[in-house]
């Protein structure tokens, strides 16, 4: 119930932000072009939560990545991002079962990234807050397999590398479960380490 009710105030947060940034948008001031595109790798292993067990549930993850710029001034920006990925994944099917299987997902996910500004732009650290649908192939007893959401939680930086290319390097944290849509629904928490290449362009 206490899981629950986290995932649903992440799911309130993540709309009052979308309709508080829809209204910051028309002050934006473009510094960085306002479309942005990149691919990236992320490994995620299992986290210590009350929501896992001994599973082992490991993913990577193969992201393309899509960026709108809706706000920005002379320190900070703030985007929308959407992120198609295939991921592939290798879990324990039981706590006690000491055999691994493999699986995969696929899905998408959006939301939005806030960076700030430090050496003249060279480098721009920031947070991410994200949700998307994703379909999972086969996972652990605890979690029911097909249609789940992907909540996730990271921060990183993005650092210029040559000419208008630049380096993103992420850490964060991911759950997926299907919001009590089908049973059992214990839910996979992940750590992940992601990194990325980006590359803004006119448009």
Known sequence: MRINKIHFSFRIIWISSFLLIM??????????PKHTVGASYGLGIQAPSEVNFNNQYEVNLFSLEYYHNVFEDAWFRIDVFAFP???RTKFRP???NASTRNGFEYGV???FQFYGYMFKGMVKPYVMLGIGPHYVSSAPSRQRNGFIFSDNFAYG???ALY?????DLRFGYRHIS???LKKPNGGIDNRVATI???HPFNQ
């Open 23 to 32: 209204q910051m948008a028309t002050a934006q001031s473009k510094q960085w």
């Open 85 to 87: 990925q295939l991921n």
């Open 94 to 96: 039981t706590e006690e």
């Open 109 to 111: 996910n959006g939301g």
């Open 157 to 159: 930086v993005v650092i």
């Open 163 to 167: 000419e208008e290319y630049h380096l």
């Open 178 to 180: 299907n919001g009590g």
């Open 196 to 198: 990325g290449i980006i």
